[in-house]
């Protein structure tokens, strides 16, 4: 197909004859021959089209210090149905705004062309700015000029004031095609789900349900708390972590307006913002929640033992358990894997106990349906574990241990009862030393992030031993000390002046272990001292650092939530809209977002439990009709729209015509890619149909020096694609 | 079945002789009774800590030109020797970028070469070439032979043989070049050395340098001995009987740098000879006597007096 | 005055005649971009961890720090990377270790060649060189060796063999084609 026959094909009547006439067409040819000297007024008596308004921002200097945006508007005040064209040094600004408003209302301008910035930025500004002026708010097209041209072509002014043109013209020959497009508005469930029971999850669901909101919150593990619980203090005030959170779990335990649904696994989530359904496994506990008083009798009667995961594997727990005295809920669990019941069928040991015969063997996994307007994304972080033949030698040496096995060996309800042992001789160690940075900012393990927390928690537990062992020596080997927060500096302060502790700058090379005593030496490069050295230690503690958690990555597939490069989810924008997601309802706290501390994880909770609540508090959400179309007469329901799709907006039904393929419009995000791989040509995505884009590229190859025969290539390939 | 070519490289036929004859011993009809053929044009790899430092230019002419004889021949390179291995691999992998392959092959046709690489298959009328390989002694043996045919064919299990292996350092990295063992926890050689019927000891440091590459030995000869005296300290204190290594030139190493700080010495040789010795060759025909360490003590013990 | 204390103050005065102040004449703002150039990665991406220096075998030995001489390269003090060039062994140790993922082995490689194009070129480099040009191999035959080679049947070396001489014309072309006969000093044993 020639161009002037696909051009043709999308109603671009009016400019084939141009087209199909020479080989060598020019722009000025393309764009409507010997019109071009027209003056904007006479253009307007002359267009059949409808009238646009072009509107050219500065930005101050950061568009007009590239592009010379006085020879843009020229060239604008040139081009077909153009009535208005005008520069601003901020178009965003009242001043700018209340141009574009005079200029509807004077030139009776009804399309708007704004060249400025990335639609990401102002595109709202300008769609309410035009709809104040009595205009349809879709009929706006931006032209960025900015991301797309000066940023990029700082260097080269001339050609950036070329493509500047370009972009104008594209732009305008979109615009000239837009058509008028209604917001649709669907209810709000006042009700909120939030995905994990750390300290992020527990302030989200605490504040959302203060305000009123019914609040449903799915943990895996069978009590919450999370990573926190497990710490023992925190830093930089020492406050001991267990006992801040504790009455945050007490308290949303109690709290009549939220669901606690631990022990549980978010299985299935369909619907949109408004109206999500979710389907939630709630694992069998074998013990009945309602009966279960949380006395403990069952547990001390129970045979087996085993590692506790949340002590680290460091202490012991039955195979009917809690996994700590505080835990919320206060409810038995029985591990199915270790239980001598579930292998042999023999041991009732704990059912005998039970005087409130709470436990049931036969108990089943059950499935909760829930319906909630949005979704709270909380899922946390795990460890990095060490490499297995790594030079830290975490898997063949006992006395190195990891920071968070640390914790649990400080605690107070930990399985020392907070005394400092090592693991090979159960002696308290006197020479301590930290290793930080492991499992961070290394290219090698494709880690190059900071995990942000391990240089502040290394010096207080540094703190801790010093108070708890006066006389311990104790060094960290440190590649970048971070104390950005607040109180973090004073903290690194008070640890080297008033405890003594040791700064090494210098990552270790080699570690070696006295076989016996067990002490390790440690090599390192001492940098600033320029020397290497060989030091011994009883205790080795990997400062490991933070990681997207596993069950994170699973709720992350079934959210069709994105990632950044790091692994954890991304936000909708790094400073604006950093606890949105890219889908619209759910919202990010706490380290699954990035690695983060305990006042950045509720600080961020508490802002997603307000963004939620605008949602819900409006009782109707407005879905943007930018989405795509499907037309039933051309659909032959052949389902690739559906496989397509990453958010799941199409659906096949069977009609009394047949299978047809339909859009739910609240899922859908207007991306066009079910518009693209249609083999029927069947769907349109609004403000990207065939035709706009095609009169976009059409005005883009009449661009001066192009060829027709180029411009039928391009027009070719451009319809293959 | 795989058709291998010889690379003894410069150090085995000039200082080694006995290296090359167990080689020849344990791949020619006595042993595996592999397809390897000699091809007598093959000149030095050459020498990374040489020419790959002095003169990248040069160092690929010189290692493209022994990649087109053994294409040529539809061979897979046989070496013997770490440093040859390090060399002629990263030439291949530097082959594969088209600017510098035709800048190679413009001066290679002056002396009728061009290196294309081997034809893997045909897509159309494509055909799709994959570089030369490059084989080490040691992955041939355990990927190719089979711990299996070794353990079949050792007919004198070296019994009572405790053996310090020395991997050698381009034998293991850079890491994106090698691929053959763990680098961190290489054990192919330990595997033959076991298989052998002997014991692999395990000692500090066993994958530290010997101390003679990138010219160190050349330069400062002192400071390459030193580093061979800390690992043969921590080798004597594992009472090893002798060291095994894969690579002829840190074998030189040890060989030459022990009378430096000791009078006695571990005996140092390479697998292929420990192999050989597996296998019931004649120990006089592995050229001991070329070495400056008396394998003496050793092959009393070999032979249980 | 004791001998200590003569020791300590001569020491002084050779540190005094010392410029102790590094100006920006010293400094060559293009090292970077020149240890690029001969195929070293980019040290500015460097973090100065050490870690290199720690596993370093030589930095064990001498007063030779991997870190350092990145640092100057970072720094462009070519000046004080001069003496250690030729230390490293190569080993790789620090490339497998490095946080960064530099390769200082490669940029001492570079730095070589960079002494090389300067004049800075070691004997043994020299010797070596002239080995390949003569016999093909950059180890030159022992007689030893090769009586040794006759009982064991092994035939001859590859450089006693007549046809041999065909390989070294060969790779006498390629040396000169480059110019690495004229870049290291050996144009007198090159045949042309």
Redesign the interface.
């Known amino acids: 197909m020639d161009l002037a026959t696909f051009a043709g094909s999308l109603g671009l009547d009016a400019i084939t004859p141009a087209l199909a006439g020479s080989d060598n067409v020019n722009s000025s040819e393309l764009l409507g021959g010997n019109e071009v000297k027209r003056t904007p007024t006479e253009a307007n008596g002359n267009s059949s089209g409808p009238r646009i308004g072009v509107f050219i921002c500065h930005c101050g200097s950061n568009i007009a210090g590239t592009v010379d945006t006085s020879k843009v508007r020229e060239a604008a005040e040139k081009l077909p149905g153009v009535v208005a064209a005008k520069e601003n040094k901020y178009t965003c600004s009242d001043l700018g705004q209340d141009e574009i408003i005079a200029a509807i209302k004077e030139n009776k301008v009804e399309r708007v062309v704004v060249a400025a910035c990335s639609p990401r930025m102002h595109e709202p500004t300008f769609r309410s700015c035009i709809q104040e002026a009595g205009l349809n708010p879709y009929l706006l097209q931006m032209v960025n000029l900015r991301e797309q041209c000066s940023w990029v072509h700082s260097r080269e002014k001339d050609k950036a004031t070329e493509k500047a043109i370009d972009l104008v013209r594209m732009g305008v020959a979109k615009a000239a095609k837009l058509v008028p497009l209604e917001a649709r508005e669907v209810p709000v469930e006042q009700s909120s789900l939030v995905i994990g029971g750390g300290v992020a999850g527990i302030q989200a669901a605490l504040d959302l349900a203060q305000m009123g909101f019914k609040v449903y919150l799915v943990e895996s593990e069978p009590s919450i708390g999370g990573r926190m619980a497990q710490l023992d203090k925190t830093f930089p005030t020492g406050d001991c972590a267990i006992c801040i959170l504790a009455p945050k779990m007490v308290e949303l335990a109690r709290h009549p307006n939220i669901t606690l649904l631990s022990y549980s696994e978010v299985e299935e989530v369909t619907g949109f913002i408004g109206s999500y359904e979710v389907k939630v496994r709630r694992k069998a506990r074998y013990v009945v929640e309602k009966k279960c008083v949380g006395c403990g009798v069952c547990a001390d009667s129970c045979p087996v033992k085993v590692d506790n995961e949340f002590d680290m594997g460091f202490g012991k727990r039955k195979a009917i358990y809690v996994p700590f005295p505080q835990a919320v809920p206060l409810k038995y669990t029985i591990d199915k894997d270790n239980c001598i019941h579930f292998k042999t069928g023999k041991c009732k040991a704990c059912v005998k106990a039970c005087a409130n015969e709470a436990i049931d063997h036969e108990m089943e996994d059950e499935i909760v349906e829930l319906k909630v307007g949005t979704i709270i994304c909380a899922t946390g972080f795990d460890t990095y574990v060490p490499m297995k033949r790594g030079v830290y030698k975490y898997w063949e040496y006992q006395n190195v241990i990891t920071g968070l096995e640390l914790e649990r060996l400080l605690n107070a309800s930990g399985p020392t009862g907070g005394h400092l042992i090592r693991p090979s001789d159960e002696k308290t160690p006197k020479r301590v030393a930290f290793i930080q940075c492991v499992g961070s900012r290394n290219k090698k393990i494709g880690v190059n992030y900071c995990s942000r927390v391990c240089c502040m928690y290394s010096m207080k537990n540094a703190q801790i031993i010093k108070e708890h062992e006066p006389d311990t020596e104790i060094a960290v080997y440190y590649n970048d000390i971070r104390a950005f927060g607040k109180g973090f500096e004073e903290l690194y302060h008070r640890v080297r002046e008033e405890y003594g502790i040791e700064f090494i700058r210098g990552r270790p090379a080699k570690l070696s272990e006295d076989p016996e005593t067990n002490s390790i030496t440690i090599r390192a490069e001492e940098t600033l001292l320029n020397k290497i050295t060989e030091r011994q230690f009883d205790l080795i503690v990997l400062a490991t650092g933070l990681q997207p958690s596993e069950g994170g990555k699973r709720i992350g597939k079934i959210l069709s939530l994105s990632l950044s490069p790091d692994g954890f989810f991304m936000e909708a924008h790094p400073k604006l809209r950093p606890v949105d997601t890219a889908i619209d309802g759910i919202y990010l706290a706490g380290c699954a977002q990035g690695p983060k501390d305990i006042p950045d994880s509720v600080a961020q909770a508490k802002a997603a439990a307000a963004s939620a609540a605008s949602i819900m508090a409006g009782k109707n959400v407005k879905i943007e009709p930018l989405t795509a179309l499907i037309d039933e007469s051309l659909c032959v329901g052949c389902g690739l729209c559906e496989e397509m799709c990453p958010y799941g907006a199409p659906e096949v039904f069977e009609s009394d015509k047949g299978t047809k393929a339909k859009i739910v419009e609240a899922l859908c995000h207007g991306c066009g890619t079910c518009a693209a791989a249609c083999p029927q040509k069947a769907i349109t995505a609004n403000q990207f149909t065939d035709e706009q884009i095609a009169s976009e590229i059409v005005s883009a190859l009449g661009g001066i020096g192009v060829t027709a025969e180029k411009a039928k290539k391009a027009a070719k390939k451009a319809e293959e694609a | 079945m795989t058709q291998y070519a010889y690379f003894f ?3 085995i ?3 080694y ?2 290296i ?2 167990a080689v ?1 011993w344990v791949c020619g009809s006595e042993g595996f009774d592999l397809d390897v053929a000699d091809i ?5 790899c ?13 160092w690929l ?2 290692a493209a ?1 022994n990649l087109t004889l053994a294409q040529n021949e539809r061979r897979e390179i046989l070496t013997v020797c770490n440093g040859c291995l390090t060399s002629l691999l990263k030439a291949t992998e530097y082959l594969t970028d088209p600017k510098s392959l035709g800048k190679v092959n413009r ?2 046709s ?2 009728g070469r061009k290196y294309t690489g081997i034809p893997r298959k045909t897509e159309g009328r494509r055909r799709i070439m994959e570089p030369v390989k490059v084989r080490h002694f040691v992955d041939v043996m355990i990927n190719d032979v089979g711990l299996e045919s070794i353990a079949e064919r050792t007919k004198k299990p070296l019994k009572n043989i405790r053996a310090a292996v020395h991997y050698g ?2 034998y293991l ?3 994106e070049n090698q691929t053959i063992d ?4 290489p054990v192919n050689i330990d595997k033959i050395i076991e298989t052998c019927g002997a014991t692999s000891v395990e000692y ?1 440091d066993k994958l ?2 010997c ?6 030995r ?3 000869v002192e ?2 001995n ?2 061979t005296e800390d690992k043969c300290r921590n080798i004597a204190e594992v009472g090893a009987d002798c060291i095994v290594t894969g690579c002829p030139f840190c074998l030189l190493q040890f060989d030459n740098a022990q009378k430096s700080f000791t009078k006695e010495g571990i005996p140092a040789m390479h697998v292929s000879q420990f192999q050989a010795l597996a296998m019931g060759i004649d120990p006089i ?1 592995l ?1 001991f ?2 070495h400056h360490v008396s394998a003496h003590s050793f092959l009393r013990k070999l032979r249980g007096t | 005055m004791r001998e200590a204390e003569k020791t300590f103050i001569s020491g002084l005065r050779e540190k005094l005649v010392e410029d102790k102040i590094i100006d920006e004449s010293q400094l060559d703002p293009d090292f970077a971009k020149e240890i690029v150039k001969y195929g070293g990665k980019d040290v500015m991406t460097c973090l100065q961890c050490g870690n290199c220096t720690g596993v370093c075998p030589i930095s064990l030995k001498i007063d030779y720090k991997t870190r350092s001489i990145i640092k100057f390269c970072q720094f462009g003090l070519k000046k004080f990377t001069l003496e250690t060039r030729w230390v490293c062994a190569t080993c790789y140790r620090c490339y497998e270790h490095c946080p960064a993922d530099i390769n200082p082995a490669e940029v001492m490689i570079a730095l070589r060649h960079i002494a090389i194009r300067e004049g800075v070129i070691p004997p043994f480099i020299k010797m070596a060189a002239t080995n390949l040009v003569k016999y093909g191999q950059s180890v030159k035959p022992d007689p030893e060796i090769e009586r040794v080679r006759k009982e064991l049947e092994l035939g001859d070396v590859p450089s006693r063999d007549q046809e041999y001489a065909k390989v070294v014309r060969e790779i006498n072309l390629l040396v000169r084609s480059t110019g690495y006969d004229r870049l290291i000093g050996i144009e007198s044993e090159v045949k042309s």
């Open positions: 490289g410069c150090i036929p000039n200082r002789p006995g090359e004859y020849r007598k044009e093959f000149s030095c050459p020498v990374p800590g040489i020419f790959y430092s002095s003169d990248k230019n040069t002419l010189l030109r001066v290679l002056q002396i350092c381009h990295r850079p890491t763990d680098p961190n926890d500090e530290d340098c101390g003679a590459g990138g010219g160190v050349s330069h400062v400071l390459a030193s580093l025909s050229g006597d070329t």
